[in-house]
């Protein structure tokens, strides 16, 4: 006899696990989570090592709902600390309060005068479409071409001109122009950005939260691989094994989930159009004291790192005492060797965020292959076209790669909560 349940979950990340969670709080316990490793979490695992926790590279709680914090605050109780950011650009020899654009009095008199004079030239009428022009029409051509264009290149891989600005309201602050330029004589008068303040575990790491969550659910499988999707006959193969279900919620990587689909010719082919921007992270650990923040990022072309953070900086327990904890991205593009290892080193030396006198510890690479779903000008159609196509047969997408965006944790637990609601109906 076939298994059999009402709703099967793909991926126990933390949209999955929310979704589950949700489904149980109304009174739903017909459902099966699969996860392919041997622990949940997805990239919002956390591990030990030597004394130090690591996660996979930055993980920090926004949140913005009154429902966000008390779902967390519930899950974590005390295990929580409220951080308040301490991030910077690195550009031309010096340390720039992020965000730039409402902090050109830091900048070279020959760069901020410049972005200043760009600023108040009229740009174009028509609403931007690309983040190229986005950024110049928000904070002019000047901070285009010293921050917006070398950052982003570096981040996404492709010129801003080839990316959408669908993504970028709720990421990047937008000061007026007016602040832009008083920004040139004077330190703003309030911190910009989503992420002035965010929470994060005393222990434990990210993962803290999806070890707290997981205790909640009743239903999960491990090392449970899917290798096929049949939405027609509504059967998946896991593991070899043959499983029917009514419903399905997908929080894999779109692309990656488009593929396993059975007799959907035009799905798979819509997945080759998803593309993504890989992240190359390394980890080290070093011995010794020196200047804490929580990240800063990176826009020339001699480093060849976008961010760097401080993963000691968000709790004394990620680290020993007098040792402190980096975690630095790369283009997915760039290939670990011993080179690049001593390169990132020389650059971290250079700019003081190492000393001489640290000793390191340790240190290890992480491939991140789909960190960022990339924005290109395929993108939203795509996605929109897989989603309409999906519903339809009771199949749903969820979470940061569910539906190939870029958004936050407390994305992620809400869309849990939202698919929840619409399955139980």
Known sequence: MIPHVDTLILGGGLTGLSTAYHLQQLGYTDYLVVEREQEPGGLCRSFQKEGFTFDYSGHLLHLHTPYGKKFVKTL????????????????????????????????????????????????????????????????????????????????????????????????????????????????????????????????????????????QIRYLRLHASVTQIDLNSK?????????????????????????????????????????????????????????????????????????????????????????????????????????????????LLQKGIITEYDEKLFSFWQKLPTAYALYDFKRASVVQAVLSKLEKQACYLAGRYGKWEYSFMETSILQGREIAKKLIG
Do not use: M
């Open 76 to 215: 974590l109780k005390n295990n929580l600390r409220r951080i308040k950011r301490e991030s910077w650009v690195y550009l031309q020899n010096r340390w720039i309060p992020f965000p730039i654009q409402a902090n050109l009095y830091a900048l070279p008199c020959a760069i901020s005068h410049l972005c200043a004079e760009e600023l108040l030239q009229k740009g174009p009428s028509t609403k931007p479409h690309s983040l190229k022009a986005w950024c110049i029409s928000s904070f002019g051509a000047g901070l285009y071409k010293h921050f917006f264009r070398p950052y982003n290149t570096k981040l996404w891989g492709i010129s801003p001109a080839r990316l959408t600005c669908d993504w970028c309201g709720a990421f990047i602050p937008r000061p007026t122009r007016q602040e832009v330029l008083r920004s040139l004589t004077k330190k703003p008068a309030k911190a910009w950005g989503y992420n002035t303040y965010f929470l994060y575990p005393k222990t434990g790491g990210a993962g803290a939260l999806i070890q707290a969550l997981t205790k």
């Open 235 to 347: 059967t998946a193969r896991i593991n070899g094994t043959l499983f029917r279900f009514n419903k399905l919620v997908n929080t894999l990587p779109l692309p990656q989930f488009l593929q396993l689909l059975k007799n959907a010719p035009e799905l798979r082919k819509l997945a080759l159009a998803l593309k993504a921007a890989p992240v190359l992270v390394y980890q080290v650990a070093v011995k010794g004291k020196g200047k804490k923040f929580s990240w800063i990022y990176f826009p020339d072309k001699k480093d060849p790192f976008f961010r760097v953070g401080q993963q000691s900086s968000f709790s004394p327990e990620n680290a020993p005492k007098g040792c402190r904890s980096f975690y630095i991205e790369l283009p997915g593009n760039l290939r670990p060797t011993k080179t690049l290892e001593k390169q990132i080193w020389n650059s």
